[in-house]
C-alpha cells in the first residue's frame, strides 16, 4: 500500500507558486519546496512524479491568477483597454509570474497565432468585443489586438524587469494612444499594406 500523503496536491502547489511569486521559478526545488511546507522533500514526490511536473501545476496556477486579473476587466468599459491594464497590472504586482507566463524562453519561437491559442478565452473575448464595438471584421480585429497586445506586452516586460516605471495616468495614456492609433489607421484602410514587411530582392 502506498504511504498516505502527509500534503495534498493542492497544498503543495500552493506553496510552490508562492516560491516562484516571490523568487522566481528558478529557486522552486525540492528542498526550497520542502522547507516551505515544513518537511523533508520526500512528501512531495507521494504526490507528484517529479519537480517537471510541479512546475507544469505552478505554470498553470500562474495562468489562473492572471486570468483572474483579467476578468476584472468585464464590468468595465472599454473592456479591451480594461484588459491590458489589468496584464500591466499584473505585471506590477506579480513580476516573477508575470516573467514565468510571458518570458520564459522556449526552444523555438512560436507565431502569434500559437501566442494568441495559449491566450485562451480572454483573447477570444477581446477580438469579439472589438469587432461589436468599432464594427470591424475579424481579420481587421485579429490586427488591432495582436498590435496593441504586443505594446502592452512590451510595457508589461519592462515594469515587470524593472527596466522602467510608469505611473497609472502615464499607461492608460499610452495604452489610449496605441489603440486609437491602430483603428485610425485600421479604418483609413492602409494598417495590412503598411504591415507587410517588403521582401529582399
Not at 526550497?32 to 517529479?50: D, H, M, Q
Amino acid at each position: 500500500m502506498p504511504p498516505k500523503p502527509k500534503f495534498t496536491r493542492e497544498e503543495i502547489i500552493e506553496a510552490a507558486l508562492k516560491i516562484a511569486a516571490d523568487k522566481g521559478i528558478r529557486a522552486l526545488t525540492s528542498r526550497e519546496l520542502g522547507a516551505a511546507l515544513g518537511s523533508s522533500a520526500r512528501p512531495i514526490f507521494t504526490v507528484f512524479k517529479n519537480m517537471e511536473e510541479v512546475c507544469s501545476e505552478v505554470r498553470k496556477a500562474a495562468l489562473d491568477k492572471f486570468n483572474a486579473y483579467a476578468e476584472k476587466a468585464a464590468v468595465y468599459t472599454p473592456v479591451f483597454k480594461q484588459i491590458g491594464l489589468q496584464m500591466i497590472f499584473f505585471a506590477t504586482e506579480q513580476p516573477k509570474l508575470y516573467r514565468l507566463l510571458f518570458m520564459s524562453e522556449k526552444p523555438e519561437a512560436s507565431t502569434f497565432d500559437d501566442v494568441f491559442e495559449n491566450l485562451g478565452e480572454i483573447a477570444t473575448l477581446c477580438v469579439e468585443v472589438i469587432q461589436q464595438e468599432y464594427g470591424l471584421s475579424q481579420d481587421d480585429a485579429m490586427l488591432l489586438f495582436r498590435h496593441v497586445w504586443i505594446y502592452t506586452y512590451a510595457i508589461g516586460s519592462l515594469i515587470a524587469t524593472k527596466v522602467c516605471s510608469f505611473t497609472a495616468d502615464e499607461i492608460q495614456d499610452m495604452l489610449s494612444r496605441e489603440f486609437v492609433a491602430m483603428l485610425t489607421l485600421i479604418k483609413s484602410g492602409k494598417a495590412h499594406s503598411c504591415t507587410t514587411i517588403p521582401q529582399k530582392n
